[in-house]
């Protein structure tokens, strides 16, 4: 038997992870202009839980919708489909830590 999803599912780039649990992603869609049929992108920015901090700036995720979490907070984060890359310089940052 399928089972159909009733939750939302995006795919988007973390362009913040200053907030503790909470990461903000922006997802990018694209819609087709009504007078000049010309594709255009539209972006949307979403705070998304994440329950173990484990998000990182440039990180590619999926997020699915839930129930409310906050004021601001209806998605959470479902997978990391790629980690961004990280220079030495952030890497001997992190060690000191």
Known sequence: MNTIS????????????????????SVERTVMHSKYRKYLKRRTRVK?????NQCRIGDRVIIVECRPLSRDKRWRVSKVLQR??????????EADV
């Not at 961004?84 to 940052?93: G, I």
Request: proline fraction near 0%.
């Open 48 to 52: 998304a839980h994440d329950e173990t």
């Open 6 to 25: 009733l939750r939302k599912e995006r795919s988007g780039t973390v362009v913040s992870d200053r907030m503790q649990k909470t990461i903000v992603v």
């Open 84 to 93: 961004a890359r990280t220079t030495a310089a952030e890497q001997s940052v």
